[in-house]
T-cell receptor, first 114, second 118 residues
């Protein structure tokens, strides 16, 4: 089935450690996104990529890094510089050629810093 | 400035009643798109309905319809004949630009928690 796969679903990290969240899509979408959601809040854009080997900062990029070496994959690294990393992280993908309801989300990853 | 405002933190509705979830937006771009997503407790974002700024008619998808009032910059979601399974968080989101080229970056509201009572 086509879709977006995020892993792991739950992740615990010690303070000072980097952690990488995986996002893979088989929808042949050019654009991919990472959003962060805090409890009771809406989503905020961390990074996005419109094409392989290119990515742009979103509204809250500090303390995060990404790469886009393959069209299907857009991993997010939460670095030790991110002061409050405990949150729910959602990956999404979309086409870039047509407007409308072509934005799909993965099931999310819960990150807890212990 | 807040681009998407959802003024109802929580709503309680009796099963089978219709419910309207409010959303107002702010943009100076004449081209934009408005989305509604449902987020159950499991966390995934489920797309419900989309309205483009140039669409002449209000969007409808099954039991969902979007009451689009462009002059008021409002895009309320109407759910007819509510069901227990409709209990979830609901988010309104906006994409500025036509979305034909480049990424479709979304700005989200704070959400409304809808509870359907039997």
């Amino acid at each position: 089935d086509g879709g977006i796969t995020q892993s792991p679903k739950y992740l615990f990290r010690k303070e000072g450690q980097n952690v990488t969240l995986s996002c893979e899509q088989n929808l042949n979408h050019d654009a991919m996104y990472w959003y962060r959601q805090d409890p009771g809040q809406g989503l905020r854009l961390i990074y996005y990529s419109q094409i392989v080997n290119d990515f742009q900062k979103g509204d809250i990029a500090e303390g995060y890094s990404v790469s886009r070496e393959k069209k299907e994959s857009f991993p997010l690294t939460v670095t030790s510089a991110q002061k409050n990393p405990t949150a729910f992280y959602l990956c999404a993908s979309s086409t870039t050629g047509t407007p409308g309801n072509t934005i799909y989300f993965g099931e999310g990853s819960w990150l807890t810093v212990v | 400035a807040q681009k998407i405002t959802q003024t109802q933190p929580g709503m309680f509705v009796q099963e089978k009643e219709a419910v309207t979830l409010d959303c107002t937006y702010d943009t100076s771009d004449p081209s934009y798109g408005l989305f509604w997503y449902k987020q159950p407790s499991s966390g995934e974002m489920i797309f419900l309905i989309y309205q483009g700024s140039y669409d002449q008619q209000n969007a409808t998808e099954g039991r969902y319809s979007l009451n689009f009032q462009k002059a008021r910059k409002s895009a309320n979601l109407v759910i007819s004949a509510s069901q227990l399974g409709d209990s979830a968080m609901y988010f309104c989101a906006m994409r500025e630009g036509r979305g034909i080229q480049g990424a479709q970056k979304l700005v989200f509201g704070q959400g409304t928690r809808l509870t359907i009572n039997p």
